[in-house]
């Protein structure tokens, strides 16, 4: 399993390495300070930092031999991470429709991408613009390199899920003791694993992204 | 054990082709490793041949240019992917557990999914030869000429689907080779007492492990690059012409040593055992292999020295590459001074691993040349590093490989390959390699450039060009004789004892053919070349006879053959088939994966049935 964590570094080493070289390489917008929300992201964040530590909940319990208790820690693991799946979706639906609103008489400060579509919408005589201007992963460098990063993140929590969801369901089925506590013991390393690599993109792609300076 | 019910009975053919396609025997793995690379060796190899002969002589009109961009571009690709990596995994599977006396490898279902799924990229990739073209921009595949604007053919999405493909087969090899080494030594077997080719085995997988996947994800972004319209190489969206360069050398560069390590290991066995002699400064050589595979992450941009990386960073590269000619000429030295003052026996595997020797110095000598930025400016892009390549692949990886088939074949079949006709086949081959690969060094300095597929007259290079291609004549002469003299010997060879070569590892301690079983009991390891000292420290009356009894293998419980992983492997292909025509079939691709992943799951080791009794 080791190995394997080893392995997975080596993956999303690259693909944040590909993020970073592209980083303000975008042509046009949006850009991240467009569309992050931050105070949303903390919380999912949070939830899933949180589910770490009902995985180790879950794992004492296992080892005193609770199994109740080992059982609901799990499964409150296993919602925990579905919830950060469903912030994650619902991020990607934002994003991809991301609205923007200028009033064109007053527009006071507005980014780069507002500028732009300032400059290209709000021609003589309109006073106010609405439209949606949606990123996808083709729409340009941010794009691609964001939603594959974190779309591969994803997918690594949506598997995390699943194991766990399998450990639950083996215990149900089949029962569990104490001293099988290897099975969990790998699923635990890989949900750990999953979570260190959130904290590192919630600090590389949306902290450095929306606060000047990086 | 609950058995989930499944249509399918568990698979309890002996014998035939069901039981070679549910074997997850490491010793049956390892020989269809071995014949399907060799087979894909030889289709890499009449690549090479179409291509020699369209350059013999100067405006050749025999393939087209497009064609001749397919051939090199699919020689490179197999001969890397397709021959000599599986032939290194062939001797992974059938040596390492009767190196390291142990009954198989740590996963065996995972094993065969590693054979199954390499099977799979295989069909993959040269199955594009029959739709609509081979892929044709080179074995390193550099974006953006790969990207949908400049390559509109299914010829890239078959190379990128088929070394996926491969990539996880290469990845659940390594992951269960680790495992494999670390955990599964028999007592006694500290890491230091593990012999070289376990050791040289040990560090391929941990390059291979972190390699990987670095290009599965350059793999990726091209791959939603012209599937999905993303922007990853891109230039026009400001993507950088550069990332695909590095990122596929930061996999390449490890990729070479991984090519070479178990070559280096081979030979590390062979040499020994035919001085009579323990290897020369042991540790060192295990020290220059981690230290080959160590150094092996930091050399990458000398591919890209013309790129325009600045002085600076071509410095760096320039020196950490010539100091990885340090560890690897560390190795050299040592296996002279094994060879030095023993009684050489100049059998064939032997001839191979002094050819070795020859060879891989000629190789890593103008590999020395080209690791100073200012000349490897002259020297890009021509055959000399075409020469260079071939000195360190054919005179390196091949030579070893094929003296690690004559060393091991008594192992492998219970026969010895024919030594006479091995040591003819074996001076054609090596003559065959130098005329058609040295010239090349010429044609280099000339200024002849790769990847063109003819030339005008009179630029000098019409002789040069003519012996190459002669050369090539030799080489099929040659790998001829062999395949033939191999097939010969399999049937009706000489009859090899347990303990041919006065053996100095554990595999030479059983039967040849090894029984399903490996070993009757583990044996319990005192010293490094353990085999040999026990032959030496005991009274002759007193020392075993190689192979044992045989009577008492009944009892040892082996795990049972299993359907699942070829299913699983089906489904790679299906599914890889289904992302380049149709999503539907990709889907049904994914199905069939999902089931045999689920139902490999669930299946118990062995039947219960059978199971409860031990």
């Known amino acids: 399993m080791w190995v394997f964590l080893g392995s997975d570094c080596m993956f999303f080493g690259t693909l944040i390495a590909t993020y970073l070289v592209y980083k303000n390489k975008s042509i046009v917008g949006p850009y991240p300070i467009d569309v992050f929300d931050i105070p949303t992201t903390s919380v999912s964040t949070f939830v899933l930092l949180m589910s770490s530590m009902s995985m180790v909940l879950s794992y004492a319990a296992l080892r005193r031999g609770r199994i109740k208790a080992f059982r609901i820690w799990l499964a409150s693991t296993a919602i925990m991470g579905a919830t950060f799946l469903a912030f994650q979706v619902f991020e990607f639906r934002e994003f991809a429709v991301h609205h923007v609103e200028i009033d064109c008489v007053e527009p006071g400060k507005l980014t780069e991408f507002e500028t732009d579509i300032f400059n290209e919408f709000c021609t003589e005589g309109v006073e106010h613009y609405e439209g949606s201007h949606g990123l996808t992963p083709a729409t340009n460098l941010f794009g691609t390199t964001f939603f594959t990063l974190t779309g591969f993140h994803g997918a690594h929590v949506t598997l995390g899920v699943i194991w766990l969801l399998g450990v639950l369901l083996y215990s149900f089925k089949w029962g569990i003791t104490p001293d099988r506590d290897l099975d969990l013991d790998l699923a635990a390393l890989y949900w750990h694993f999953v979570d260190i690599v959130w904290i590192i993109i919630f600090t590389v792609v949306y902290l450095f992204g929306v606060f000047e300076g990086f | ?614």
């Open chain 2, 1 to 614: 054990m609950t058995t989930l019910a499944l249509p399918l009975p568990r698979p309890t053919h002996p014998t035939g082709i069901w039981s070679w396609i549910t074997t997850i025997d490491h010793k049956r793995i390892g020989i269809l490793y071995g014949v399907t690379a060799f087979i894909l060796f030889l289709t890499g190899g009449v690549e090479a041949l179409l291509m020699r002969v369209q350059l013999a002589a100067p405006e050749q009109d025999i393939v087209s240019a497009e064609v001749f961009n397919q051939l090199f571009t699919m020689h490179g690709t197999t001969m890397i992917f397709l021959a000599i990596m599986p032939l290194g995994a062939a001797f992974f599977n059938f040596v390492i557990p009767l190196q390291i006396g142990a009954r198989d490898v740590a996963f065996p279902r995972l094993n065969a999914f590693s054979y199954w799924t390499f099977l799979a990229g295989a069909i993959m990739l040269k199955l594009s030869w029959f739709l609509g073209g081979a892929p044709n921009a080179g074995w390193f595949g550099y974006a953006p000429l790969t990207g949908e604007a400049y390559n509109p053919g299914h010829g890239i999405d078959f190379w990128m689907m088929s070394l996926q493909i491969l990539g996880i087969a290469s990845l659940a090899a390594a992951f269960n080779f680790i495992v494999t080494i670390i955990n599964m030594r028999a007592p006694g077997m500290t890491l230091m007492r593990m012999p070289l080719f376990t050791w040289m085995t040990l560090v391929t997988s941990i390059l291979l492990v972190l390699a990987f996947p670095v290009i599965t994800v350059a793999l990726i972004e091209l791959m939603f690059d012209r599937f999905y319209g993303t922007n990853f190489f891109v230039t026009q969206a400001g993507a950088s012409p550069v990332l695909w360069q590095h990122l596929f050398w930061v996999f390449g560069h490890p990729e070479v040593y991984i090519l070479i390590l178990p070559a280096l290991g081979i030979v590390s066995e062979i040499i020994p055992t035919f001085s009579k002699k323990p290897l020369f400064g042991y540790p060192v050589v295990v020290l220059s292999g981690v230290i080959i595979g160590f150094l092996g992450w930091m050399v990458w941009s000398h591919h890209m020295f013309t790129v325009g990386l600045g002085p600076v960073a071509n410095s760096v590269f320039a020196a950490t590459t010539m100091a990885i000619a340090v560890p690897t000429g560390v190795k050299i030295f040592n296996y002279m001074g094994t060879m030095w003052g023993g009684s050489i026996d100049f059998k064939t595997p032997m001839l191979y691993a002094i050819g070795f020797v020859f060879l891989f110095i000629i190789g890593g000598l103008s590999g020395v040349m080209h690791s100073s930025a200012a000349s490897d400016a002259q020297q890009q892009d021509t055959y000399f590093i075409i020469a260079h390549i071939h000195y360190v692949l054919f005179g390196g990886s091949i030579m070893a490989l094929l003296g690690g088939i004559y060393y091991w074949f008594p192992k492998i079949t219970g026969r010895f390959l024919d030594e006479k006709m091995g040591q003819i086949t074996f001076w054609i081959i090596f003559i065959g390699m130098n005329i058609t690969f040295f010239p090349m060094h010429f044609l280099g300095l000339d200024g002849m450039p790769r990847r063109i597929n003819t030339y005008p007259d009179g630029m000098g290079w019409d002789l040069w060009n003519a012996v190459a291609t002669a050369g090539v004549v030799f080489l099929f002469v040659g790998l001829a004789m062999f395949t033939v003299s191999a097939i010969r010997s399999w049937r009706n060879g000489k009859r090899a004892s347990g303990d041919p070569w006065d053996g100095r590892t554990l595999e030479w301690s059983i039967a040849s053919p090894p029984p399903e079983y490996n070993f009757e009991e583990i044996p319990t390891v005192h010293d490094r070349d353990d085999w040999w000292s026990t032959k030496r420290r005991r009274a002759p009356a007193a020392v075993p006879v190689a192979g044992g009894s045989g009577e008492n293998g009944h009892d040892i419980h082996l795990p049972q053959p299993s359907y699942w992983p070829a299913v699983v492997s089906i489904g790679l292909l299906v599914g890889g088939y289904g992302l380049i025509f149709n999503v539907a079939v990709a889907a049904i691709g994914g199905a069939i994966a999902m089931i045999g992943i689920y139902a490999w799951s669930f299946e118990p080791v062995n039947e219960p049935d059978d199971g409860a009794a031990h």
